[in-house]
């Protein structure tokens, strides 16, 4: 039995004119043979009558402290919605189409409440009604705890959705439809020139939308990868292929590619809206080398997620997002250490799996940001990326000049080595 799931955002789903593309893309995935499961998000995005954001501000008006498990309740309604509009739609095309939440779907999670996570996933009904074939239709974002109480999986939780039941259910393939036809080497809004790339890895996949780029959830891709299921990601209303994402994007056909050839970066991603903060142990103090054991677990007890970590003996650097800061500091101060704060930062990220090992990648970003006349703040890296925390208002002109210096906007790139940079 061949398996497809079919991901379709808010957008794909908000008006009567969208939800005849989509099912005109289910319509074509069964006539190709496949049984279908379709995951939707919730109709629409904030300020629509049934975007999710909407349905919790309602809450909120009646109640400001809603209780995680009531707050997950509400969250859940604009999926189902959207499930029995959409199987109502397929069903006038007529298809046998069936509407089910996630925990009909036999998604189980944790209790995590607004952030639950799968714990496994039964296929048994799914299945039943694959093999009768009928086009199932199922609430993303949502499942239901082993005690029977609806939870929802977090922002982006209806890509999590599509990728579990594809790895349950060993589908063929795990398509995801959403605003642009596909992965782009950078934000189109920022850089006019940006491609859309063809094939990709799982893992630079997920490393882009760790960095700021949000058209997958990377929780999906992780899913995905555990279980070799290809992704596809593409736009519904686009003749295009899309991004395939698997294992073998990008590798030689040697068992031993020369990690020179070919495009060593992937794509420039950024996340704005950042702060650097760095806490100094005071000069005329007895040095504390509980310091940073100090400094981190004061943030950790406070749930405040950091960045770009960099710690010496008498200081850390580090990053939180521009919405945590006072916060942060409010932890901080107490200690009686020194506290510095660079409001209005951006982190920069370019991405490719080609670059390890290879010299002059490094030297080619600061020679780019450098000849923008760009700043850089503070730097990380990874296997696979390179971040640099710039100023907010350069963050644009960093992105447009990464993506010129690495040729991303042409076919091919020139390696570092070419150019005396090693």
Known sequence: MRIIIQKFGGTSVATHAQRQILADRVTEAVRRGYRTVVVVSAMGREGEPYATDTLIQMAGQACPTIPPRELDLIASCGEILSAVVVAAALKNRDLDAIALTGGQAGIITDANFTDARILRVDPERLLRHLKEGRVVVVAGFQGLTDSGDVTTLGRGGSDTTAAALGAALSAEVVEIYTDVEGIKTADPRIVAEARTLKVLSYQEVSQMAYEGARVIHPRAVEIAMRKDIPIR???????????????????????????????????????????????????????????????????????????????????????????????????????????????????????GARMRGVPGVMAKVARALSVAGIPILQTADSHLTISCLVPESEMAKAIRALHREFGLEEGEEVSPHEEGLS
């Open 233 to 351: 990601i593409l736009s519904p209303t686009s003749t295009g292929p899309g991004t395939l994402v698997t294992h073998t994007a990008g590798l030689a056909a040697s068992p031993w590619p020369d990690v020179r050839e070919g495009r060593l970066i992937t794509g420039v991603t950024h996340i704005p809206g950042v702060a650097q903060i760095t806490v100094c142990q005071r000069r005329e103090s007895a040095f504390d080398p509980e310091a940073s054991a100090k400094v981190f677990q004061g943030l950790a007890t406070a749930g405040i997620s950091i960045d770009l970590i960099s710690v010496s003996p008498t200081s850390q650097t580090f990053t939180v997002s521009g919405k945590l800061v006072d916060e942060a500091e409010a932890v901080l101060r107490p200690f009686g250490y020194d506290v510095s704060v660079v409001a209005g930062c951006a982190k920069v990220t370019i991405v």
